[in-house]
């Protein structure tokens, strides 16, 4: 477990085209946990690093910190600019039709040098593509969803492609399978910074049936 003293800023890339629960289910994970270590924290004898992970702020990002539209026509409406972000201890970039954050060197640059600067850097879904084209991956073991697999090895023959997992930790990159894998990815990773009783009680508030195991 990473227990970190200070408040995670947790950023989530937001762009068109985004798969909504691709964003949606680390943004649900991050904000419940925030919740409810809130709640555990304030009882007596509470654990250690509960008191920070009820500070955790979790934002959407965008180039340009406009609106932008997923996949399903569901409007989103980030916090933040790629220029006005701050600081990020944790990186997701979600998946979805990824053409526009491929074709487009703003987002690589800030997803590179972001990813750079932050202990974590998770993906979800096609989102790792993104990882791959901005250089965040090169050798390293990553999942996508299933449909997409092929494509992967294609484009980054290097990378080593688990296509049965569910989610891949290999330290500061994190990966997970489509859609909804991101968010058993989003609670293990909260085990990693909180602990497991944390992100045991973070799925039982969501009614969440969390697979734990990656594979």
């Known amino acids: 477990m990473t227990a970190p003293t200070a408040a995670l800023n947790i950023h989530i890339l937001a762009f068109d085209e985004v798969e909504a629960l691709d964003l949606a289910g680390p943004y649900e994970v991050f904000t419940t946990a925030a919740r409810v270590a809130a709640r555990l924290a304030s ?36 916090e933040a600019a790629f220029a006005t972000a701050g600081p990020c201890d944790l990186l997701v970039v979600p998946g979805g039709v990824v053409d526009g954050p491929l074709a487009c060197p703003d987002t690589l640059a800030w997803v590179r040098e972001t990813a750079a600067r932050c202990p974590i850097t998770a993906s979800v879904c096609t989102g790792v593509f993104v990882l791959a084209a901005a250089g965040v991956v090169h050798t390293h073991r990553v999942t996508t969803h299933w449909e997409d697999v092929a494509d992967l090895r294609q484009r980054w023959p290097h990378l080593q492609v688990d296509p049965d997992a569910r989610w891949v930790d290999e330290g500061t990159v994190v990966s997970s399978a489509g859609i909804s894998a991101g968010i058993d990815m989003s609670l293990h990773l909260v085990e990693r910074f909180a602990g497991q009783a944390l992100a045991e009680r973070t799925a039982r508030q969501m009614d969440y049936r969390w697979q734990r195991e990656a594979a």
């Open 43 to 78: 009882g007596a004898n509470a654990p250690a690093g509960l008191a920070s992970a009820a500070r955790w702020q979790v934002r959407c990002v965008s180039r340009d910190g406009g609106p932008v539209r997923a996949r399903a026509g569901l409007r989103i409406l980030p």
